[in-house]
Each structure stands twice: as structure tokens, then as C-alpha cells.
């Protein structure tokens, strides 16, 4: 049961970050960032958020990542009035690799495919 709550949790954090970023975030540098995904801990204490930009260039994501980590502030305090949680959770941001692992496979695939022809 208490794994249905995190899950929970876990969804309306995401789409209450994906909201704050779009609408009170500022930063030019998190205008293409796209939340993909929100782990917390058992006890609630902490949310990893996982990112990706569009950009396939490793200043891009330096420059994303520098951005979210100054506005993490903003982001929790917009949490803490949006939640209805005891405590709010301390955020760390961390870029979601799966998005850049799943379109090297498809271009393996691609590769394959031509090779075959």
C-alpha cells in the first residue's frame, strides 16, 4: 500500500515540475528541459528528477543542469505551497540517459537494416 502512495507522490510531483518550469521558471537554460521521471525515496525525504533536453550537445545538458540546480529553490518553495505534504522533499536533478540510449539502439537498428539491403 504504502508503495501506491509513492507512486503517487512520485506522478504529481512530476506534472506539478513540468507546470513550474514552464509557467515560473525563468532560466533560459531550462526553457527545452521535459521532466521524464520522479523516484523517491521510501520515506519521502527525497526525489531524484530525472530530465532530457532535445539538444544532443554536452554543453546543452551541462547548461540545463546548471540552470535546474539554481532554480531548485524556487521549484521546492512552489512544491511546498502546491503539495499537501507534511514535509517536502529534498530535489536532486539528474539527466535521464535512457532518451540518448534508446536512439543510439534505434540507429544500430537503422544501420542494420541498410547493411541487409
Known amino acids: 500500500m504504502v508503495k501506491h502512495r509513492i ?5 504529481e510531483i512530476q506534472k506539478e515540475i513540468n507546470d513550474i518550469l514552464l509557467k515560473r521558471v525563468r532560466d533560459p537554460r531550462v526553457q527545452d528541459v521535459t521532466i521524464t ?7 519521502l525525504q527525497k526525489a ?3 530530465f532530457s533536453i532535445l539538444s544532443d550537445k ?23 505551497q502546491r503539495l499537501t505534504m507534511f514535509k517536502t522533499p529534498e ?5 535521464d540517459e535512457s532518451v ?7 540507429e544500430l537498428i537503422r544501420q542494420l537494416n541498410k547493411r541487409e539491403k
Not at 91 to 95: A, D, V
Open 100 to 106: 540518448r540510449y534508446g536512439e543510439k539502439i534505434d
Open 91 to 95: 530535489l536532486e536533478f539528474t539527466q
Open 7 to 11: 507512486g503517487r507522490v512520485e506522478q
Open 37 to 43: 521521471g520522479v523516484q523517491m525515496t521510501g520515506d
Open 48 to 50: 531524484t528528477i530525472y
Open 58 to 80: 554536452a554543453s546543452d545538458a551541462s547548461k540545463a543542469q546548471d540552470g535546474l540546480d539554481k532554480a531548485t529553490g524556487l521549484i521546492r518553495h512552489e512544491l511546498s
